[in-house]
């Protein structure tokens, strides 16, 4: 049976950092639509300038053009077996549109992960964030910091930051998430998927939860 499962919660919660242990426990790929969004535009590709635009602002891009990419991603061959879903939906148009596509691929959403953390420990959590250019890990300089400053521990990658954690940035992508994304909260809720995720915690201990919370679907 494929498992799909929806990783919410604002900007910095942790969404990233704990994709590889679920997809690991679950067997199914990280479908990130950050990550895809970025992927397109180191590559320059018309949807990755267009998806630019929106993301330096800390602002959604819009609909139409994030579910056509889902959609397509969705079809590849490696999600038969269901998908770890970060990042997507954002919106109500957004959820109720993958509920449309999983409903062909007869399909559902089997659990809503919400990862719940606070505006300041936000803030502080991606001023101090590294990320891998190449594979994707996500560090912290201070909470989950690598073997070697600045460098991937998996693959010797220079690290990066991201144009769009600088604090004002930050803040917006916060209110954004607060009006369109947090409502999908109680769409899950209504659809009894939900599972409500203290990402206060330490890396490790989130991360304990979450694979508690997925017993019943391996
Ligand atoms: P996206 O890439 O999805 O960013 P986001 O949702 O804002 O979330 P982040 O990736 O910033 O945070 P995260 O929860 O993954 O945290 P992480 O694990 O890295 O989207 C970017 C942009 O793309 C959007 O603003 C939008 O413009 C566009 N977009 C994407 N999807 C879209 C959609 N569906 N519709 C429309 N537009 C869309 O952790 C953060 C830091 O905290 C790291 O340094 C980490 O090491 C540290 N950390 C993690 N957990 C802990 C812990 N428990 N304790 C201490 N530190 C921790
Ligand atoms: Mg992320």
Not at 73 to 99: M, N, V, Y
Not at 161 to 175: F, S
Request: hydrophobic share 35%; aromatic share 4%.
């Amino acid at each position: 049976m494929a498992h799909f499962i929806v990783l919410l919660g604002p900007p910095g919660a942790g969404k990233g950092t704990q994709a590889k242990a679920i997809c690991e426990a679950l067997q199914i790929p990280h479908v990130s639509s950050g990550d895809i969004f970025r992927e397109h535009l180191s590559k320059q590709t018309e949807l990755g300038k267009l998806a630019d635009g929106y993301i330096k602002c800390g602002q959604l891009v819009p609909d139409d053009v994030t579910i056509r990419m889902i959609g397509d991603r969705l079809k590849q061959p490696d999600c038969s077996r269901g998908a770890l879903l970060d990042g997507f939906p954002r919106t109500i148009p957004q959820a109720e549109a993958l509920d449309d596509l999983l409903a062909k691929m007869d399909a559902k959403i089997e659990r809503a992960l919400s990862l719940e953390v606070p505006a300041e420990v936000l803030i502080e959590r991606l001023s101090g964030r590294w990320s891998c250019p190449t594979c994707g890990r996500v560090y912290h300089e201070k909470y989950n910091p690598p073997r070697q400053a600045g460098i991937c521990d998996d693959d010797g990658t220079p690290l990066i930051q991201r144009p769009d954690d600088r604090p004002e940035t930050v803040r917006q992508r916060i209110e954004v998430y607060r009006s369109q994304t947090e409502p999908l909260i109680e769409y899950y809720c209504q659809k009894g998927v939900l599972v409500n995720i203290d990402g206060t915690q330490s890396i490790e201990a989130v991360k304990q939860d979450i694979l508690t919370s997925l017993a019943g679907v391996r």
